[in-house]
């Protein structure tokens, strides 16, 4: 049996690096644990590493956008090149990922902290420090394990999620732990777990919203149930969640000229995270899919929020309030979790009001959206559709895609074209899960995937 090594190596030395006021080398090279809650918390406020690196593969091979033949042969990295076209073949540049690498520095982050708080008695006069600083940690180690799940493991089944491989729960930051690849279901326990925990221990919103909170548990935890199939348990959190943080902007006052129309850390963000800038997403190399686009109706404020044109669709919407992708937890995306749910075990009368709620805010006014018009099918398959325009560019449709595969209403294949070469990926295929990087199979020896 081999050490996993999971990049830690090269997460310590980022931590030399940008925490030397309380992180030293001893003669022996070991690491120095923080030994207050400053310091600890300074671990969780790295934004680079919790919040703004987020995986960018999922988004990449997603079906919201295309690029030009030219664009797409101009790229360097072979990583994008592959998932871009689902490459059976799969090649990592270097034989490494960085969604895989910068995961797991954030699993070893949130490990570190926990582990330095053990050797902190929790008082009266530090209780609050203590338990926002463990739900965060608990928080941020789930956060991490669900991106490397979307990628790196099939999509949640309860037939076979006792048998399909996971990814390597790393619990201790111990670099010479011998870890191995968990299964799907105990992947996703061990991001339930620890969310479940996180809650009672989280304040109710954070400031500043790159922090964790008990509303963001709750609608992570939404997000989980969801992909899941467990309806009534993701509607339980999207209520609470709602309950906690139900704002939504209205579209008719955002400015549709604007370079960036939706501000960063507006009234909808409960948790702030953004995707890595890949090159292949830039808003001047990206074309909008024309299916997608064609799909807002006229009075539908988000497609002038939303994107822009320049001789082809381009995207601007942006939750980042830059170019950058958003990739956290929003108040729009719970309401839309809660109407499924609720449309999925029909209560089609709390659907269609959650619906009316987010749309008002969506069209301009004075639009009839005539929803109570609709049957229990008719409204989940309107809720989906309406998923995919709100939730557009935000890491979350090959998630989607994933789990939508399972039903036949909503089965999509995915096409693309290259200099007259036909590309498909057919649902549920091996494909919609990524190989392991090559450098942490020549590490290690776990399992790879199948393509």
């Known amino acids: 049996m081999k050490i996993i090594k999971l990049t830690m190596l090269l997460a310590i030395s980022i931590l030399f690096g940008c925490q030397k006021d309380f992180l030293d080398i ?76 910068w995961r797991y520095e954030q699993v070893f982050l949130a490990n570190l902290a926990l582990e330095g708080l053990d050797k902190i008695e929790r008082n009266s006069n530090n209780a609050k420090d203590w338990n926002n600083i463990k739900g965060s940690a608990l928080f941020y180690r789930s956060w991490a394990f669900y991106q490397l799940s979307q990628l790196f493991c099939k999509p949640y089944d309860s037939t076979t999620a006792n048998t399909d491989l996971g990814i390597p729960l790393k619990r201790e930051s111990d670099i010479n732990e011998k870890v191995f690849r968990a299964t799907v279901k105990e992947t996703y326990e061990q991001m339930l777990n620890d969310l479940s925990e996180a809650i009672d221990l989280l304040p109710t919103v954070s400031n500043p919203k790159t922090r964790p909170s008990k509303a963001a548990a709750h609608a992570f935890l939404a997000r989980l149930h969801l992909l899941m199939g467990n309806y009534a348990n993701a509607a339980e959190h999207a209520a609470a969640s709602i309950t906690l943080a139900d704002k939504l902007m209205n579209f008719n006052d955002l400015d549709a000229t604007a370079n960036y129309p939706v501000p960063q850390f507006n009234d909808e963000v409960i948790f702030h995270s953004s995707m890595l800038g890949a090159l292949i997403l830039r808003e001047n190399r990206l074309i909008v899919d024309s299916v997608l ?25 942006s939750y980042d309030g830059t170019r950058e992708l958003f990739t956290g937890l929003a108040s729009d995306e719970v309401y839309l979790i809660l109407a499924e749910c609720y449309a999925r075990l029909g209560m089609t009368g709390n659907a269609i009001e959650l619906m009316t709620t987010l749309l008002e805010n969506r069209y301009a006014k004075g639009t009839d959206l005539s929803l109570g018009t609709l049957n229990q099918e008719q409204l989940l398959y309107n809720i989906i559709a309406e998923r995919r325009k709100e939730l557009v560019f935000r890491g979350l449709r090959w998630t989607d895609l994933r789990r939508l595969n399972k039903e036949t209403a909503f089965k999509v294949t995915l096409k693309r074209e290259l200099n007259g070469v036909q590309y498909e990926l057919l649902p549920n295929e091996n494909s919609y899960v990524l190989p392991i990087p090559p450098n942490i199979i020549a590490i290690n020896g776990i399992e790879q995937n199948e393509r």
């Open 26 to 101: 001893k003669s022996d090279k070991k690491l120095v644990v923080p030994t207050n809650l400053k310091d600890l918390q300074s671990l969780l406020d790295n934004t680079e590493r919790m919040n703004i690196l987020m995986p960018y593969l999922t988004e990449i091979s997603a079906d919201d956008y295309y690029v030009r033949a030219d664009r797409y042969q101009s790229l360097s990295s072979l990583t994008m090149k592959s998932a871009y076209v689902w490459a059976k073949d799969f090649v990592y540049q270097n034989n490494s990922s960085s969604d895989w690498d």
């Open 293 to 317: 686009f064609d799909s807002y109706q006229a009075d539908d404020l988000r497609k002038k929020i939303f994107f822009y044109y320049d001789g082809e669709n381009r995207y601007k919407g």
